[in-house]
């Protein structure tokens, strides 16, 4: 193993400040990836928010049209204001009743407390369409939920539960997010923030990305149609789409929309991919914002938490 | 501890509520998948006449045995792409010095809090440009891409719990850089790879926009949760026994896995909490 090294004085070992260039080697594979894969089509993004496109024939540059269009838009900033809701509900709200239970159960020797850590993650790693459909079922007219309030006489409170915004909401919320209350507090949500009002399927069928382009081939689609995906010319579509808004929603109509639906919608039911890009430029933007303000604070208030997060073996917690 | 024995019984009244809470929308979908789709159920009691017809019927209508398949494939293939770029790329981070460190971390942290609406457009129509929509590559490759963020912060914590001075050790004795990763780095990381494998290979398998948007065409790739959403969808008039039965069907595999690794994943969930 070793050469003849035995002559020469012990050098340095590690060039802990000598500069190893072969390291862009080791990062190169997992960089591309990410390059290629992330931060392209995050680009790309801002690109197409700039064009009017129907995602087949030529694009048109409209420069900001699109941004004023969507920042004029009463109904995008009601979307907003729902998804604002829902962080409430997915995010704050927890997090308080989280440190509210771990001071409860902090103070007492909690017999079992694997198997309730283990049985209140549950929720956490079931997929998200699973949850909306034994949600679904639960606030089924005739399910459970109704079955108990006749069953305790509370006949005249029954009702069709995902049709009223304020009473689906807290329970899926609650039920999602039980598993973090003995986890302690969890930081910002990531990878499945929306998962639950996630959009429905598109038919998507596009070409093109936006060149300098003429004209674009269609009208605006009738408004209508973005309604539930009332399309005629779509026929297995309509009953099934606004279903599954529901369903994964858990809410109906448009009443409770959040910005991420619009994208999806726009960009592959109705088909105005400019406007479906502008908006996802702008839910991007509100995100990192959101996140910067949460790592803001919680620097100030102690310290440098990534570091202190990243010095942790995985393993250890 | 027990400094009050109310206190005690309330502390435990709370994780008991939780709990139930936690597995009642599970167990009536459980309760409902095993009822005949001729009894009306409760939500409330577990069925006296106990059937399988409900599984049988939503296994041969939804074509769940393909689905599982797709998801186990494209799970796989993010796990292992993953796992490998993530392990190499963070051992530079963990061990390196080069120029540009600190804007290469803050670059791939952007990764960690990037919604997939602000990336889905652009990648759909590259992807159809490299004609791989509708195929397992369409789920693989970026899910690989967004999933190397936590990939690399992760693996750069685990290596950086490894002494420097087997480090050191492993140098004398004349081991490459790429030797100490792979005799002394790799081997001592193994439990974090697992925990991360766990992890990634969950959040892939229960992911929707990626599968809804880019292989909603495809039926022989369609992944299990949304083939689960399209036959819930389709199938509004039938039996809610048979959803119920076919939702279980979808959760089955990831609950058997949790069953055995939940120790790791709950550690790995916490520990991971910057991005999930």
């Known amino acids: ?317 | 501890m027990h400094r009050n024995r109310s206190e005690s019984v309330i502390g435990h009244a709370i994780l008991v509520v939780g709990s139930l809470m936690a597995l009642y929308p599970f167990a009536s979908i459980l309760s409902l998948a095993f009822t005949p789709r001729s009894e009306r159920p409760s939500g409330f009691q577990i069925p006296t006449h106990p059937t399988l017809e409900n599984f049988a019927a939503a296994w041969t209508q939804g074509g769940f045995g393909r689905a599982l398949f797709s998801s186990a494939v494209v799970a796989l293939g993010v796990v292992l792409g993953s796992i490998v770029l993530s392990a190499i790329a963070g051992y530079a981070f963990a061990t390196m010095t080069f120029p540009g460190k600190t804007l290469l971390a803050g670059f791939l942290l952007i990764g960690l809090v990037m919604p997939y609406e602000g990336l889905i457009i652009p990648l759909y129509y590259m992807l159809g440009d490299l004609g791989l929509l509708n195929t397992y590559w369409a789920l693989i490759l970026p899910q690989i891409a967004t999933s190397v963020s936590l990939g690399v912060f992760w693996m750069r914590t685990a290596y950086e719990g490894v002494p420097r001075g087997l480090l050191d050790a492993a140098q004398v004795d004349g081991a490459t850089r790429w030797a100490a990763f792979r005799k002394v780095y790799l081997p001592l990381s193994m439990p974090a790879i697992a925990t991360l494998a766990t992890l990634l290979f969950l959040f892939t398998w229960n992911e929707f926009l990626m599968p809804l948007v880019l292989v909603a065409q495809n039926p022989d790739v369609q992944t299990a949760p949304l083939a689960l959403s399209f036959f819930a969808g389709n199938t509004r008039n039938f039996n809610a026994s048979v959803i119920a039965a076919a939702a279980v069907l979808v959760a089955l595999p990831v609950l058997v896995l949790y069953i055995f690794l939940q120790r790791r994943l709950i550690t790995g969930i916490v520990a991971g909490a910057v991005k999930e």
């Open chain 1, 1 to 317: 193993m070793t050469e003849a090294r035995g002559a020469l004085p012990p050098r340095p070992v590690r060039g802990r400040n000598r500069i190893q260039w072969s390291a862009y080697l080791y990062l190169a594979p997992a960089l591309a990836f990410y390059v290629v894969f992330m931060i392209r089509p995050v680009v790309e993004s801002a690109w197409i928010s700039l064009f009017e496109w129907d995602g087949i024939t030529p694009a048109t540059s409209v420069g900001l049209a699109n941004y004023v269009e969507v920042l004029t838009d009463a109904k995008f900033w009601t979307a907003v204001s729902h998804a604002m809701v829902f962080i409430l509900f997915y995010a704050a709200l927890p997090i308080l009743l989280a440190l509210v239970v771990v001071g409860v159960i902090s103070r007492i020797t909690v017999r079992g407390l694997a198997f309730f850590r283990a049985v209140l993650f549950v929720p956490y790693i079931l997929s998200s369409v699973v949850v909306a459909i034994a949600w679904r079922w639960v606030y089924d007219l005739n399910g459970p939920a109704n079955t108990f309030l006749r069953a305790i006489g509370l006949d005249s409170i029954t009702c069709a539960w995902l049709g009223d915004f304020d009473t689906a909401l807290p329970a899926v919320g609650l039920d999602r997010h039980l598993g973090d209350v003995l986890a302690g507090v969890r930081p910002f949500r990531q990878r499945h923030p929306e998962d639950l009002h996630r959009p429905v399927r598109g038919r998507p069928t596009g070409r093109r990305r936006p060149g300098p382009g003429v004209l674009r081939g269609h009208p605006a689609r009738p408004a209508g149609r973005a309604a539930g995906g009332a399309g005629a010319d779509d026929h297995r579509r309509p009953a099934q789409l606004r279903h599954r808004v529901e369903h994964h929603r858990r809410r109906p109509g448009t009443s409770t929309t959040v910005p991420s639906y619009y994208v999806y919608r726009d960009a592959f039911v109705t088909r105005e991919v400019g406007r479906a890009s502008t908006q996802s430029v702008l839910i991007t933007v509100l995100i990192l914002a959101m996140v910067g303000i949460v790592m803001a604070v919680m620097r100030d208030r102690s310290g440098a938490p990534r570091q202190r997060r990243r010095n942790r073996a995985p393993e250890q917690v």
